[in-house]
């Protein structure tokens, strides 16, 4: 019995590089790094002293003040980017039956700043100065939630956690309710908020960002030798799903298709990948047996690429075993090089840069290389973008935890 077909028909973006999915797009084929000094809080003495932030950010270009004051930034980018997706879509005007739409919109660490600042309150002010928003402002799931209050969609609602890999498990899970039939549309994604004082504290303390302070621009760098962490990043993307047969009926425009996943674990580490890459290997052999395609079928991958000194590597070695030759001929790259490391968002805004690679026959650049790492040694289209018709492309996000996902996502063909 084959499965219900399922396309991509919408997207929306806020990032460092671009606001909206053509100003990311945009940014990708220009080679634009989003990476700056923060200059807006106090970091003396901090090891990292900057990041890819939205820049010139203000809620109140996009919602009034009540609605702001309700949510945390990572829901306001959440709400700003679904709002375009269902727009890019044609769904905002049509006349839906909103029990079929899912929302499925996660958020690595949700609203880290806003519990933060309640806290401070709380020991500063006692009990009474808490906020009655405080839990629905902090809560992860709260994104897909005023998603579904704001549009009135009933349908499957939920959000799924998983470090860096959040983005692509909501997409993951939100293709699976229509292939099984339990929607006929879905809003999904990620979305994330984390450059404020105490996360850039949290993130130092792990010791896996860049201390490229002297040159923030330059300093994502995957795959090159002298890469020496990820910069932190923030925004949202998030994708329309929808039944090829809907789609089809009302004349949508169609980026891409999603043909399958794979998802795993490392069962390894808390925070470092596992050298040999076997969850990596498992997901990517996953994601390729429920598409039914071959490791030949396909010559794009965005990879996870977060220029950290032992990722970079581990995942280039999984590419290898699972494509063998084959490796060697595909276009790889990495966004986050231009975009740094946007967390619970990275697996979503780096799907719609791989929907969008397959909709332009263009692979974006992965920039700032500039000395050959001999175990990082795959195409990882350095520096410029390359033109190529892709049919079939995979996404990698993985997470904290030992969290792997794998998208595969295909060129649109109506046979």
């Known amino acids: ?105 996660g958020s690595g660490i949700g609203g880290m700043q806003s519990f933060y600042n309640q806290s401070v309150e709380f020991h500063d002010r006692g009990q009474r100065a808490v906020s009655p928003f405080f839990i629905p402002l902090v809560i992860p799931d709260m994104a897909a939630g005023h998603i579904s209050i704001k549009y009135g969609f009933r349908g499957p609602n939920f959000c ?16 699976d ?15 994330e908020a984390p450059v404020f004082g105490l996360g850039v504290a949290g993130f130092n303390a792990v010791r896996a960002m860049s201390t490229r302070n002297d040159s923030p621009e330059t300093a994502s760098r995957p795959f090159d030798k002298t890469r020496d962490g990820f910069v932190l990043g923030e925004g949202a993307g998030m994708l329309i799903l929808e039944s090829l047969e809907s789609a089809i009926s009302r004349g949508a425009r169609i980026y891409a298709e999603m043909a399958g996943y794979g998802f795993s674990a490392d069962a390894y580490h808390m925070t470092a990948p596992d050298p040999e890459g076997h969850g990596v290997i498992l997901a990517m052999n ?20 977060t220029s950290t000194p032992l990722g970079d590597v581990a995942e280039t070695r999984s590419i290898k075993k699972v494509f063998g030759d084959h490796a060697y001929s595909m276009n790889l790259n990495s966004t986050k090089s231009m975009t740094g490391h946007m967390l619970g968002a990275a697996g979503a805004v780096e799907s719609i840069a791989t929907a969008m690679a397959i909709y332009h026959g263009i692979v974006p650049p992965t920039i700032n290389y500039q000395y050959p790492d001999p175990d990082c040694d795959l195409n ?13 492309a995979l996404n990698n996000a993985f997470g904290f ?4 996902t794998s998208l595969v996502l295909k060129k649109f063909e109506e046979q």
């Open 160 to 175: 799924t956690v998983s470090a860096c890999a959040t983005g692509s498990h909501n997409i993951g899970l939100a293709y």
């Open 380 to 392: 990882y289209t350095t520096n410029e973008p390359v033109g190529r018709n892709i049919r079939y």
């Open 401 to 404: 935890g030992g969290h792997n």
């Open 1 to 105: 019995m084959s499965k219900r077909r399922v396309v991509i028909t919408g997207l929306g973006a806020l990032t460092p590089i671009g606001k909206g999915a053509s100003g990311f797009w945009d940014g990708l084929i220009a080679g634009k790094s989003g990476a700056r000094t923060i200059t807006d809080f106090d970091l003396t003495n901090f090891p990292t002293r900057f990041a890819a932030r939205i820049p010139d950010y203000d809620a109140s270009d996009h919602m009034s003040p009540r609605e702001a004051r309700r949510m945390d930034r990572f829901c306001q980018y959440a709400m700003i980017t679904a709002e375009e997706a269902l727009r890019d879509s044609g769904l905002e005007t049509e006349e839906l039956d909103k029990d079929r739409v899912a929302v499925m919109v």
């Open 286 to 305: 996953s994601a390729l047996r429920s598409a039914g395609i071959r490791p030949e079928d396909v010559t794009h991958i965005n990879m996870h690429g």
């Open 177 to 191: 309710s229509i292939v099984n039939g339990h929607a006929d549309y879905a809003v999904c994604g990620g979305a």
